[in-house]
């Protein structure tokens, strides 16, 4: 597995270093990772107090600092039924302030999402479908040409499988996906959002990884709906899913040639949820604590689910789903606990991430040709000689060449 | 639930009996049902043998009585391993002589199936991909003209939801399903069996019930496929669905607007095989016995199920997968037991079909306008006057008016 990482991970760089097209030999050089090409990212939802300056949200800080030492790919909420209570008025400048705070930190930021039949507006039940899809469209062009420019990521649309089967409750998405089809209303949906900001990375995301969502993609593909990533969640409350389940999933939906993203990631530190529950929203204890064995077996799962992902070239992106317990379902899924000491499996993630899997600043000397070599992560490198920086961007695996005008 | 049989599978018909144009009063009308519009299939591959007259298959003769009570509706066999397991050598006379067996005897024939990655030919694996497609589309070609006439109803492709992921043994169209897409093989196979027999009645079949099904149907809609009704298998050996689920499958199923059929229906009289089996060919006990209590839940269960599929408007077929026990899996799964003796299930269904939802021959007189009234099933009715006999065919349910000119 650490030979697939290194194939599709790294690159052997060759930077040569010249001033006034002379190359300069023997000149001491420094290469100091900035960023990885690859996204760590985890969900922000907490920090929208905090981004917004309102009462008690500064005690949020050490979980920020902590949040900003692992991950440069955010997601924030777009629930419409929590976004848009009542219609008309949207919670717009808050989300676009906590946006704006990921950015000014270096990071990327993905609106997650802009149409689910779950946690959808209410008030959509009063409209007729066609009204219902009107709706949803305006507001995803809404949405999308507000935030252009701060968020060009979308989950456009989640888990349409199930969507015009879902029995729980009535809900004017289920509705209208019903009427239209899933494949109609991915189309409607994805055009919203492609017309209203072209640049965008627009993610079709799930929860069904059986064969539903291989046919959907197929049909979604066949009918010349573009997507540009698949999003596959994996929330493993009920236990990791191990390294052969994993590899096998990905070879399933690596087909496509899309790249993938695994969108809502869970590992718990303590009981896994019983395998019987089907739908994960019916087990929800009232206590359900982070153990100290558990919160050793999180930490090897997570070094190992890391280490699955970046050994298969098509994932791009991984989002943790909550840095801190308590969140969905009130699991122990974080890597800091309730108090906000963090667990075993944060500082295992450091590791991977700003240790094993980065290049820290390091003193090279140039050769005759003016030339230094270095292994590492894709990503963005910041070359120092004297007191000169550039930042070169090393973006394909295998052998690259970087060169640094003085 | 009758209530909604009536509805959708009876009409009341008015009955007009003229003579040189002129109403006929007073005389005595002779109604008598000779099919049902619905069909009540199964499978005949046991008849091979019988149809062709080959040594000992006249032991058969009672079995084919009792099938030909009960049933007009033939499925044969045509997995590709066994029709042609040396390439060019295809079972085409013997498969044609019991095809035309059936329609000798007033019933319609269906082949099953032209694509699918279980019993397919071996040798296909010898062959590049683009040679396999080659070949499955030629062996469509090929059966479907050659029966053309005889064999106008064809399940094209069977299980394509599992079709490119399936993993228990290499073989053919598991590698041209990959390489192709579920819709791109499935566009080429109906395209293939289209062009050949324009009047042919092409099915999609799948056991997968659950939304990767809907998913693959929407895509393939999507696409611009024609689809001419679509196949549900229901092998219940694990148990009878009931009528709940079987109604929501419908429903699911039938937002489609297309007619569907049972394709495949098993119900035990014995044990049913254990809830965690996966796929039903990991459980083949060496015995596996009808019991007496498993003989009367049966009868019981096809009673309900029968009348469960034709309350629904949109089932148009019902396949049973065997009248004898010890069919696929060694199951007892028919109507007759291993000795040829009629279960209670046989005279459950003998008397749905050809008791409550017949029309046994009935003496009515016309009134002064020269009609008669009755309700009966949709399907051709012989109607005799005097020593003329009609046929006339109710199509529609509701009000259906006939006429029968002397």
Same mark, same amino acid.
């Given at each position: 597995m650490d030979a697939r990482i290194a194939e599709h991970r790294t690159a052997g760089v060759t930077l040569t270093v010249t001033a006034d097209g002379a190359p300069l030999a023997g000149r001491e050089v420094t290469v100091a990772q900035r960023s990885h090409a690859f996204?760590?990212?985890?969900?922000?939802f907490e920090f929208i107090p905090l981004a917004n300056g309102e009462p008690d949200s500064a005690a949020l800080e050490p979980v920020a600092e902590r949040w900003l030492e692992l991950?440069?790919?955010?997601? &924030?909420p777009f629930y419409w039924g929590r976004f848009e209570p009542v219609r008309g008025r949207p919670d717009t400048a808050r989300l676009r302030r906590c946006a704006e705070w990921f950015v000014e930190r270096g990071c990327l930021v993905k609106g997650?999402? &802009?149409?689910?039949h779950t946690v959808t507006a209410d008030w959509l039940r009063e409209l007729s479908n066609p009204e219902i899809l009107a709706a949803q469209l305006d507001r995803i062009r809404r949405e999308v040409g507000e935030f252009a420019g701060v968020i060009d990521v979308w989950d456009v649309i989640n888990e349409v499988v199930i969507m015009p089967i879902f029995d729980r409750y009535d809900n004017g998405l289920t509705r209208v996906c019903r009427d239209r089809g899933r494949i109609g209303l991915i189309r409607d949906v994805f055009a919203a959002a492609r017309e209203t900001n072209p640049q965008a990375t627009l993610l079709l995301n799930d929860f069904d990884m059986s064969a539903a969502y291989e046919c959907l993609i197929e049909g979604v593909l066949e009918a010349g709906v573009r997507i540009d990533a698949l999003g596959l969640q994996s929330h493993m409350h009920q236990g990791y899913w191990g390294e052969e389940k994993t590899?096998?999933?990905l070879d399933r939906f690596a087909r496509y040639g899309l790249p993938i993203h695994f969108t809502e990631t869970t590992i718990v530190?303590?009981?896994p949820m019983p395998p019987e529950i089907v739908d994960l929203n019916d087990f929800q204890p009232e206590q359900w604590p982070s153990t100290e064995a558990g919160?050793?077996?999180q930490a090897d799962e997570i070094v190992r689910h890391y280490?699955?992902? &970046?050994?298969?070239?098509?994932?791009?992106?991984?989002?943790y789903w909550g840095i801190s317990d308590g969140g969905w379902l009130g699991a122990p899924g974080g890597f800091l606990r309730a108090d906000g000491t963090p667990k075993p499996a944060y500082h295992a993630l450091h590791k991977l991430i700003k240790d094993e899997w980065w290049v820290s600043p390091t003193a090279l000397v140039t050769d005759d040709a003016g030339q230094v070599r270095f292994r590492g992560f894709l990503g963005e490198y910041d070359?120092?000689?004297?007191?000169?920086?550039a930042t070169v961007s090393v973006d394909t695996p295998g052998q690259a060449a970087a060169a640094v005008a003085l």
């Open positions: 996204r760590f990212g985890c969900t922000g991950f440069d790919f955010a997601t &924030l997650h999402p &802009l149409a689910w590899l096998a999933t530190s303590g009981e919160e050793a077996r280490r699955t992902l &970046l050994s298969h070239p098509s994932v791009q992106a991984m989002t070359i120092s000689v004297a007191d000169t920086t």
